[in-house]
Nanobody, 124 residues
Framework: QVQLVESGGGSVQAGGSLRLSCSASGRTFSSYVIAWFRQVPGKEREFVAG????????YYPDSVKGRFTIARDNAKNTVYMQMNSLKPEDAAVYYC?????????????????WGQGTQVTVSS
């Protein structure tokens, strides 16, 4: 089992940057694929970044590719997501999630554990 806690959300102007962190408890953190999702009211959770267990493979949808970067530090049980060139449409509650396995799914239903979320607001 793993518990996840997000931090780093806040309010920025369009074009600005934020770095989100996802800290995990448990000694098996490196056994989990970690992903970031975001959600706005009335819409499903959207996959925005994922990193495999050892950190070598990452995946991004086109909507954030080139602007968001995910990285993990297994020694610190932490995953980071650097978000640059933020747009108003990036505003959402951002969640980190853990999947126990080798794949890197992009469907939120496949993930086993979730953090409580952190709000990101982007003003135009």
């Amino acid at each position: 089992q793993v518990q996840l806690v997000e931090s780093g959300g806040g309010s920025v102007q369009a074009g600005g940057s934020l770095r989100l962190s996802c800290s995990a408890s448990g000694r098996t953190f490196s056994s989990y694929v970690i992903a970031w999702f975001r959600q706005v009211p009335g819409k499903e959770r959207e996959f925005v970044a994922g990193v495999r267990r050892r950190g070598g493979d990452t995946y991004y949808p086109d909507s954030v590719k080139g602007r968001f970067t995910i990285a993990r530090d297994n020694a610190k049980n932490t995953v980071y997501m650097q978000m640059n060139s933020l747009k108003p449409e990036d505003a959402a509650v951002y969640y980190c999630a853990a999947f126990y396995g080798y794949d890197l799914p992009n469907n939120w239903r496949d993930y086993d554990y979730w953090g409580q979320g952190t709000q990101v607001t982007v003003s135009s």
